[in-house]
């Protein structure tokens, strides 16, 4: 069992920036991929950001990317999501998830995780 927690979210105007975390617990010694998703009401879970387990590989969506950095510390089982120029269109709850399978590598769809936080409301005023 993995346990995720999200922090960081909160109000932001447009053009601000949050920093978003995700600290892991339980059984975080094997290698996981870790992906970032957010949803808004009546909307499916979209794919933002996955990194692996090594850190080396990094996907972004392409609504997010050169905007927003994935990043993870694994000595503090911490991972992170730097958002930056946030605009009303990215207000949605973000949750991270974790992909203790092996593959490695982190999936674009939310059925490739196995443990997903919480999640933390991100609201970005115009």
């Known amino acids: 069992q993995v346990q995720l927690a999200e922090s960081g979210g909160g109000l932001v105007q447009a053009g601000g920036s949050l920093r978003l975390s995700c600290a892991a617990s339980?059984?975080?010694?094997?290698?996981?991929?870790v992906g970032w998703f957010r949803q808004v009401p009546g909307k499916e879970r979209e794919f933002v950001s996955g990194?692996?387990?090594?850190?080396?590989?990094?996907y972004i969506a392409a609504v997010v990317k050169g905007r927003f950095t994935i990043s993870r510390d694994n000595v503090k089982t911490t991972f992170y999501l730097e958002m930056n120029s946030l605009q009303p269109e990215d207000t949605a709850r973000y949750y991270c998830?974790?992909?203790?399978?092996?593959?490695?590598?982190?999936?674009?769809?939310?059925?490739?995780?196995?443990?997903w936080g919480q999640g933390t409301q991100v609201i970005v005023s115009s």
């Open positions: 339980g059984r975080t010694s094997g290698s996981y991929a």
């Open positions: 990194i692996s387990w090594s850190g080396i590989r990094t």
């Open positions: 998830a974790a992909d203790v399978s092996g593959r490695g590598v982190p999936g674009g769809t939310p059925g490739q995780y196995d443990y």
